[in-house]
C-alpha cells in the first residue's frame, strides 16, 4: 500500500476491509467443503462397510446319506444339517463327542441352506438315499465374518461369536481348501431371511419395482394432466389460484404424512391388503404427485407463446394445440420431472412403515396385492438386526439403492441436457 | 371375470368401437363434408361406450373388498359376537384368506369356530363373485347402453371434435382435482381417527401433558390414564433436535448459496451444484444409517473421551456425565438431519438471491464496495424475506423428518434442553405407536393420529407463511 493518494489511515481501513473480503471468501468455501465433506464421509462409510457384502465364501461338502439315519416316513423331521456336520466333522478328523457338542459347533459353521438342499434332492429322487453326494453351500454368516477378519482370534473368546476350536477348524478347512472365496451372488437372488447368510435383496427390488410401477402408472399421466390443465385450459381465477396454493402445500406436507392417509383411507376404509405393492405404489403416487405437476407446469410456462399462436393461427383447436404442438415440446422437462420425483418415490421410507411394510416377508411377492418387502424398508429391517452380519448388508443394500437413484439422477440429467430447448 | 380382465376387455371393446365409428361415418360422409377428421367421431362413440363402464368397474376395483367385508361382517355368528374385538378382526381376515385361498393366521381355532370359519370362507367367495358379477353386469348394461344411443346420432355434421374436447376437458380438470381430493382426503381421515383418540383422552391434556407414557398396557374397560397422553415432551424434543439441525444447516447452506451464486465462476458451479444434488437425493433411510452407525458412536467417543479426561479433576461431575453419554443422543439426531437439509437451504437461497435485480449489485459495486460488503449490506437485506421463507421451509422438513429420528435418537420421552441427552420426537413415536401390535381401536394407536394432525397443522402453517413471503418477494422483484 505505497499509493502516494492514499492517507495512511485510508490505507490500513483498506487493509481491513480487504482482509474481511478475504475472510468472508473463505466462510463461503469453508461452507462448501463442509458440505462435501459430508457427502464424502457418508459415501466412504456406506462403500467401507458394504463392499464386503458382495464377496462371501462356500465350503464343499460330501455328504453321506446314511439309509441307517434316514427316516423315510418321515422326510421333513430328519436333521440333514446333522449330517453334514459329521461329514464335516470327518474331514478335519475329529471325533464327536458323546453330548454331540462338536456336531452342533460343526453344524454352526455351514449354512442351513445345506439341510434344505439335501432334503429337496431325496425329495426329487428318494433313490439317493443310501450314496454320497457332493454339495456347494454358504458357509455361516459368523464363518464368513471370520474368514471376512471382521470377527478375530485376538478377541477374548467369550466376546466372539465362535469358539476357539471353531475357528481352528475354520483355518483347517481353508487350509485343506473346503472353503473358497466367490462372489456373493445369492446376495442378488435371494430374499430376506433370518439367517444373514441366506438374506438378500432380490425380493426388496422386485416390491420396488412393482411398487413404483404402479406409483408411476397413477402419478405420471394424472399429474400431467392436471398441469395442462392448470396451465393451458383453467379460467385464471380464485379456483386455479386455490388448487395452486394448495398444490404447492401438499409438495411440502410431511411423508409420514401421506403414511397415515394410506392407512385410514386405502387400508381401513377401502380394505385395501397392508403391505402391499399395490397400496404403497397408491401412496407413493399421491406423494409424488404434487412434485409431478410442479415440474410439468414450469416446463409447459418455458414453451413460448409464439408457439401456440402459430398452430391457433394454422386453425388448430386450443386441445389440439396443447396436445400436439406444446406437450411434445415441453416432454423433456416433464420426464426430468418424472424421474426426479419418481427417485425422491424409490428412496422414501417413513409413509412405507406406516402402511405395514415393516412385516417380514420372504420371497417374491407373486401379486400386486400379496405382501412384499422394498429396498429402503429392508435397509431399515437390517439396520436394526442385531447381528452383525446385517450390518454389513445393510450398507450393501444401501449401495444397491444408491445405484437405482444414481442411474434414475444420471437419465434425469442427460434428459435435461440433451433435449430441453433453450428458447 | 377379475376385475382386471374385464377392464382390459372393455379397451378392446372400446378400440373396436372407434374403428367402426370411423368406418361408418366414412361410409355417410360420401359426397358431403365432415365437420371433424373421422377420427374423432370414432373417438366420440368409444368414449360414450367405454368411459361410464370404466367407472362402474374402477368404483368396484377400489370399493369391492370394502363391500365385501362389510356385507360378510354385519351379522357375525354367535361364535365370532362372543370373542374379543381382536380375535374376531384375525378370525374374518382368516376368513377371507381361506376364500382367497392364501395362507391364514397361526391362530388355532376350536372345531367349532373352524366350522363356521369354513362357512364363513364359502360365504365371502360366494359374496366376491356377486359384487363381481353384479359390477360387471352393470358395466355391460352401460356399455350397450351407451353404443346404443350414440350409434344413430353419428352423422356428418355432428360436431366431434368439439364433444370430445369437452371430454377431454372434463378429464383434465378431473385430474387437477385429485390433488384437492388429496388434501380434503388429509384433512378429513386425520380428523376422523383424531376425534376418536380425543374422545378418550381429552385435546387439553393431550396438548399440555407433561407425561408421555403410551407403552403402559391399558385394559379395555379402563379410561386411559391421566398424564400417560401428554405430548409436550415430544414437541420439546422435536423443537430440540430441528434447532441443532438448523443450527447446522442454515450457516452452512446460506453460505453455500452465497458463495456458488456470488463467488463461483460457471465452472465451479457447474461441478459444486450436481454434487449438492446428489447430497439432496440421498434418501433418508440412508442418512439415518449414517447417523446410527457413524455418527452417533464417533460423537459419542468424542464426548467419551473429554470425559475420561476431565474426571478426577475440577470438573469431576461434568466428566462423569460425559463420560455416560449414549449414542442416541438429540445432538447426532440434529447433526445429521442438519447435513440433510444443507442442500435444500443452500438451492432454495440460491434463487432467492439470484433473483436479486443485478442493478442492485452494479450499484453497490459503483460505490466502490468489496463483493463481501455488497453481500452484507445489499443483497442479503434484498433477500432477507425470501431467504426466511426458505428457512421456514427447512424448518417445516426438520419437524415432519422420520427416519433420521426413528434410526438415530432414542424412545424415551423427556422434557431437556441438553442435546446430549436423549430425546424422543413426534414422528419417531408415530411410528413406534403404528408399528407395532394393530389393535385398531386402542387409545395407544389412535395417538398416533393426534400427533399426525399436530404435525400436519403446524407444518401446514408453517408451509403457508413460507409459500406466502417467498412469493410475496418474488412479485417485488419480478
Request: glycine letters at 8%; aromatic letters at 8%.
Amino acid at each position: 500500500m505505497t499509493d502516494p493518494h492514499l492517507s495512511p489511515a485510508a490505507a490500513s481501513r483498506l487493509k481491513a476491509r480487504h482482509a474481511a473480503e478475504r475472510r468472508f471468501r473463505l466462510y463461503g468455501q469453508l461452507a462448501i467443503l463442509v458440505a462435501l465433506g459430508f457427502l464424502a464421509v457418508l459415501l466412504a462409510r456406506v462403500v467401507h462397510q458394504g463392499y464386503s457384502t458382495f464377496w462371501t465364501h462356500s465350503v464343499t461338502l460330501s455328504v453321506y446319506l446314511d439309509p441307517a439315519r434316514i427316516d423315510r416316513s418321515d422326510l421333513e423331521g430328519n436333521n440333514f444339517d446333522y449330517l453334514a456336520a459329521g461329514d464335516l466333522l470327518k474331514r478335519l478328523e475329529v471325533n464327536d463327542d458323546a453330548l454331540g457338542l462338536a456336531s452342533g459347533e460343526a453344524m454352526d459353521l455351514v449354512s442351513r441352506d445345506i439341510g434344505f438342499a439335501l432334503l429337496d434332492r431325496i425329495k426329487a429322487d428318494p433313490r439317493v438315499i443310501g450314496t454320497t453326494l457332493t454339495l456347494t453351500v454358504p458357509v455361516k454368516a459368523n464363518a464368513d465374518l471370520y474368514y471376512k477378519g471382521q470377527i478375530r482370534r485376538e478377541t477374548p473368546a467369550e466376546d466372539r461369536k465362535l469358539s476357539n476350536r471353531q475357528i481352528d477348524w475354520l483355518d483347517q478347512m481353508k487350509r485343506e481348501g473346503l472353503v473358497k472365496g466367490h462372489f456373493n451372488s445369492g446376495f442378488f437372488t435371494r430374499s430376506d431371511s433370518t439367517e444373514p447368510e441366506q438374506a438378500g435383496v432380490l425380493g426388496a427390488v422386485v416390491g420396488s419395482a412393482l411398487m413404483l410401477l404402479v406409483a408411476a402408472l397413477i402419478a405420471v399421466p394424472t399429474g400431467v394432466l392436471a398441469a395442462v390443465w392448470l396451465e393451458e385450459f383453467a379460467p385464471k381465477g380464485r379456483l386455479s389460484s386455490f388448487i395452486e396454493v394448495n398444490i404447492n402445500n401438499l409438495a411440502a406436507v410431511p411423508s409420514i404424512v401421506y403414511g397415515l392417509l394410506g392407512l385410514v383411507l386405502f387400508i381401513n376404509w377401502l380394505g385395501f391388503p397392508r403391505s402391499a405393492p399395490l397400496t404403497g405404489g397408491m401412496v407413493l403416487a399421491l406423494m409424488s404427485l404434487p412434485t409431478i405437476i410442479i415440474a410439468t407446469r414450469a416446463s409447459l410456462k418455458s414453451v413460448p407463446p409464439s408457439i401456440r399462436e402459430a398452430a391457433l393461427g394454422m386453425g388448430a383447436s386450443r386441445t389440439q394445440t396443447v396436445f400436439h404442438h406444446v406437450l411434445p415440446q415441453a416432454m423433456p422437462g416433464v420426464m426430468t420431472g418424472v424421474i426426479l420425483a419418481l427417485a425422491h418415490a424409490l428412496g422414501e421410507t417413513a409413509p412405507l412403515l406406516m402402511i405395514g411394510m415393516v412385516a417380514f416377508t420372504p420371497g417374491l411377492p407373486e401379486t400386486l396385492q400379496s405382501a412384499a418387502s422394498v429396498l429402503p424398508v429392508q435397509i431399515f429391517i437390517w439396520e436394526n438386526a442385531a447381528e452383525a452380519a446385517f450390518h454389513e448388508r445393510t450398507a450393501g443394500a444401501i449401495m444397491v439403492l444408491l445405484a437405482f437413484m444414481i442411474v434414475m439422477n444420471t437419465a434425469a440429467v442427460i434428459l435435461r441436457s440433451r433435449f430441453e430447448k433453450r428458447w | 371375470m377379475p376385475t382386471p380382465l374385464a377392464i382390459a376387455a372393455l379397451l378392446v371393446v372400446s378400440l373396436a368401437v372407434y374403428a367402426l365409428g370411423r368406418r361408418r361415418v366414412g361410409r355417410l360422409s360420401e359426397g358431403q363434408s365432415l365437420h371433424s377428421l373421422p377420427g374423432y367421431y370414432g373417438l366420440w362413440i368409444a368414449l360414450w361406450t367405454g368411459a361410464p363402464a370404466a367407472l362402474v368397474l374402477l368404483l368396484l376395483m377400489a370399493g369391492g373388498p370394502r363391500l365385501e367385508s362389510a356385507l360378510l361382517t354385519a351379522n357375525p355368528p354367535a361364535v365370532v359376537a362372543a370373542m374379543p374385538s381382536e380375535t374376531a378382526q384375525a378370525f374374518w381376515s382368516d376368513a377371507k384368506a381361506l376364500a382367497d385361498g392364501q395362507s391364514t393366521t397361526r391362530i388355532a381355532w376350536s372345531p367349532d369356530e373352524r366350522k363356521v370359519l369354513k362357512e364363513k370362507a364359502a360365504e365371502a367367495a360366494a359374496l366376491e363373485s356377486r359384487i363381481q358379477l353384479g359390477g360387471q353386469a352393470a358395466a355391460l348394461v352401460l356399455v350397450l347402453a351407451g353404443f346404443l344411443l350414440a350409434w344413430p346420432r353419428l352423422a356428418p355434421q355432428l360436431r366431434a371434435r368439439n364433444r370430445v374436447e369437452g371430454w377431454i376437458g372434463v378429464l383434465l380438470a378431473l385430474c387437477s382435482a385429485a390433488a384437492v381430493l388429496t388434501t380434503i382426503g388429509i384433512i378429513a381421515s386425520l380428523l376422523y381417527e383424531s376425534l376418536r383418540f380425543f374422545h378418550s383422552v381429552p385435546p387439553l391434556d393431550f396438548l399440555f401433558g407433561l407425561d408421555w407414557q403410551p407403552q403402559i398396557a391399558m385394559r379395555e374397560d379402563q379410561v386411559a390414564a391421566k398424564g400417560a397422553f401428554g405430548a409436550v415432551p415430544l414437541f420439546v424434543g422435536t423443537f430440540l433436535v430441528m434447532i441443532i439441525a438448523m443450527c447446522v444447516a442454515a450457516p452452512v447452506g446460506l453460505f453455500c448459496a452465497i458463495y456458488l451464486s456470488e463467488y463461483a465462476g460457471p465452472r465451479t458451479r457447474s461441478v459444486i451444484k450436481p454434487m449438492l444434488e446428489i447430497l439432496a437425493g440421498v434418501p433418508t433411510v440412508v442418512y439415518g444409517f449414517f447417523a446410527a452407525l457413524t455418527v452417533g458412536p464417533a460423537l459419542r467417543g468424542f464426548f467419551n473421551y473429554i470425559g475420561s479426561w476431565l474426571v478426577q479433576g475440577p470438573f469431576d461431575p461434568l466428566g462423569q456425565y460425559l463420560m455416560a453419554v449414549q449414542n442416541e443422543m438429540a445432538l447426532t439426531a440434529g447433526v445429521v438431519m442438519g447435513i440433510m437439509l444443507i442442500p435444500y437451504i443452500s438451492s432454495l437461497s440460491d434463487d432467492i438471491i439470484n433473483a436479486v435485480p443485478q442493478s442492485l449489485r452494479d450499484g453497490s459495486y459503483a460505490m466502490g464496495a468489496t463483493r463481501s460488503e455488497t453481500v452484507k449490506r445489499v443483497i442479503l437485506p434484498a433477500a432477507l424475506p425470501g431467504v426466511m421463507g426458505a428457512m421456514l421451509l427447512a424448518v417445516s422438513r426438520a419437524i415432519g423428518e422420520t427416519m433420521i429420528v426413528t434410526m438415530a435418537s432414542g424412545a424415551q420421552a423427556r422434557i431437556t434442553a441438553n442435546p446430549l441427552d436423549s430425546v424422543s420426537t413426534v414422528t419417531f413415536q408415530m411410528v413406534q405407536l403404528l408399528t407395532g401390535d394393530q389393535e385398531f381401536d386402542s387409545p395407544k394407536t389412535l395417538a398416533a393420529f393426534g400427533l399426525g394432525l399436530t404435525l400436519f397443522l403446524v407444518t401446514l402453517t408453517l408451509n403457508v407463511i413460507a409459500l406466502q413471503v417467498v412469493q410475496r418477494y418474488r412479485q417485488a422483484y419480478d
